[in-house]
C-alpha cells in the first residue's frame, strides 16, 4: 500500500453477509500433533508464516509446500509458489532439512493428490496431516482431502485472523472477489459447485451481495477474497455439516470442536 493510501474496507453494505461466509469457511479445528504439514500455495505469504510457527510448536516434524503459480501469483511470487513459501518459511527458522516442496499444483486437487504422491515417493508414511491454507479456503480444502487421500487424518489450520484484518493486510494487491463458483479438474473428479444450503445458510448470505451467483462479486471490494461458497454435490458427505451455529460446530473427525489453537509467535 502506498503512503497515504487509505485500507482496503468492505462496504458496509455486504459487510454482514461477508462475515457470515468468512466464519462458516474456519473449521476452528482444535490441532493436535500429525505427521506433516502441508502448505497450500496461494498468494498469501501467511500460509507460510502459519506452517513455520505451527512447525516451531512441534505439531509436525515436516513441511511440504505446494504450488505451482497463478495469474494472480505469477507477479508477485515469480518463482512459484511454494519455492517462495520455502524461502519465508526458512527465513523464519525452519531447517531446511525439514522442508519439501512441491512446485507444479495449479489447484487444491492437485495440492492434495501431489503432495501425497511427493511423500510417498521419498519414503514418508502419513496417517495425519494439518492443511494449512488462507482462512476462507478451510473448507474447500478439508473436503477435497477427504475426497482424494481418505486414508489420513486431517485438521485445518490458518493464521487467527478477522475478516477485517486479512483485507486490511492483503487488501492492497489487487481488486479480487468473492467467488460463488469455482472451478475443478475433471480428471480429479471435481467439478463446478452448485448451490446448496448447509443448516447454517450461509449460501442465503448471497443474497445481499451484487451478482451472488454468477461467480464474480463484490467487485468493489479491495481485497484479493475468492471465498468459496459451496461444494460439489459428491463432495458434500466429507464436509462437516453443524446442526447448531456456526459459532459451534465440530469437524466430524476432528478432535474436540471449538475455536482452533492460535499458532502463537515463532
Known sequence: MTSGERPAAIPAAIRDSVQVLWDYHDLRHELRPTDVGIGLGSHDLAVATCAAILYRRGLYPRIVFTGANAPTTIAVLPRGEAVHYREHALALGVPDAAILVEPQARNTGENITLARDLLRNQGHTVRSAILISRPYQQRQTYATCRKLWPEVTVQ????????????????????????????????????????????????????????????????????????????????????????????QSRSPGAPDGGRPASPGKP
Open 156 to 247: 485445518c489450520a490458518s493464521l487467527p485472523l478477522t475478516l477485517d484484518d486479512y483485507v486490511a493486510t492483503i487488501g492492497e494487491r489487487q481488486p479480487g472477489r468473492v467467488d460463488a463458483g469455482g472451478r475443478y479438474p475433471a480428471h480429479l473428479g471435481l467439478r463446478r459447485p452448485r448451490l446448496r444450503h448447509p443448516p447454517d445458510d450461509p449460501a442465503r448470505s448471497t443474497r445481499g451481495l451484487p451478482g451472488a451467483g454468477r461467480g464474480r462479486v463484490c467487485k468493489s471490494t479491495r481485497c484479493r477474497t475468492s471465498l468459496k461458497l459451496f461444494v460439489p454435490d459428491h463432495l458434500l458427505s466429507a464436509l462437516p455439516h453443524p446442526q447448531r451455529s456456526h459459532h
